[in-house]
């Protein structure tokens, strides 16, 4: 079964998502040490490097954050993308993402995972490698072109079990 996406509402709720982390991070404490937050999203060096945000922290160090937002709380997966145009092989996010740390948000049931990102994609593509994943196409619908994406769902409970490289919050509960 395949999707839709259009790329006018993802985007929207994509950025709401992605203030929602950002607020969550810096107003939390979850994040020890954390002395501010830049956000970089409508930077095009780090949008080419798909990096949302740069973390700086009081003891010097630095880290960098892409942020996903995930409409389907309830689905028990998180997607992984592969492919954005399968037609024309450009790489999505997994590919090209250039960023330490991925935050993969569920602004539904509040659920946050934070992935050390050359961990979670090493992970990833074992797993994909090892047929674990479901493959999904996704129909996008973007600037009156249309064309497949390609990504798998990582069933939660996989991530929550066998991938240690993680932190779990719930920007509900402060």
Same mark, same amino acid.
């Given at each position: 079964m395949s999707r839709e996406h259009r790329f006018n509402t993802s985007n929207k709720f994509g950025k709401a998502g992605e203030e929602e982390v950002l607020d969550f991070l810096s107003n939390?404490?979850?994040?020890?040490?954390?002395?501010?937050?830049?956000?970089?999203t409508q930077n095009k060096e780090y949008q080419q490097k798909d990096i949302d945000a740069i973390l700086y922290f009081k003891n010097g160090e630095i880290f960098t954050a892409? #942020?996903?937002?995930?409409?389907?709380?309830?689905?028990?997966?998180?997607?992984y993308e592969v492919w954005s145009s399968e037609e024309d092989q450009i790489p999505r996010c997994m590919y090209v993402c250039q960023a330490d740390y991925l935050y993969y948000?569920?602004? @539904?049931?509040?659920?946050?995972?934070?992935?050390?990102?050359?961990?979670?994609?090493?992970?990833? @593509?074992?797993n994909i490698?090892?047929?674990?994943?479901? @493959? #999904?196409?996704?129909?996008?619908?973007?600037?009156?072109?249309?064309?497949?994406?390609?990504?798998?769902?990582?069933?939660?409970?996989?991530?929550?079990?066998?991938?240690?490289h993680k932190q779990k919050y719930n920007t509900k509960q402060r």
């Open positions: 939390s404490g979850v994040l020890t040490g954390l002395k501010k937050i830049k956000n970089v892409e #942020i996903k937002t995930d409409s389907y709380s309830d689905s028990g997966n998180i997607v948000y569920f602004p @539904e049931s509040g659920e946050l995972y934070q992935f050390k990102m050359d961990k979670y994609k090493e992970w990833a @593509e074992k490698e090892r047929g674990n994943f479901r @493959e #999904i196409p996704v129909r996008n619908v973007s600037w009156g072109l249309e064309y497949n994406s390609i990504n798998y769902l990582i069933p939660k409970t996989m991530i929550d079990v066998t991938f240690k």
